[in-house]
């Protein structure tokens, strides 16, 4: 699966992520890199918890849009 994930700068340097379509999973991290990684961990630990507990998995809503 693929999903949007919204990356934020905090006034410490540092950087925040998630994903909107995954209500209550965030992270932060140092740098944005280190957010990438640990929001990619916290969706797939999300969505195996919710497979566990036979509850349904969202389907991402939003869309990629290309511009110039």
Do not use: C, F, K, N
């Not at 994903?19 to 944005?32: H, I, K, N, Q, S």
């Not at 890199?33 to 969706?43: H, K, S, V």
């Not at 566990?52 to 991402?60: A, G, K, R, Y």
């Amino acid at each position: 699966m693929r999903y949007y994930v919204v990356y934020e700068r905090a006034s410490d340097g540092g950087w925040g992520a998630y994903p909107p379509d995954l209500p209550g999973v965030a992270v932060v991290g140092e740098t944005r890199d280190q957010a990438r990684e640990l929001i990619r961990r916290a969706i797939e630990l999300h969505l195996e918890g919710l497979r566990e507990d036979q509850l349904p998995i969202p389907e991402p809503s939003g869309e990629y849009v290309d511009v110039a």
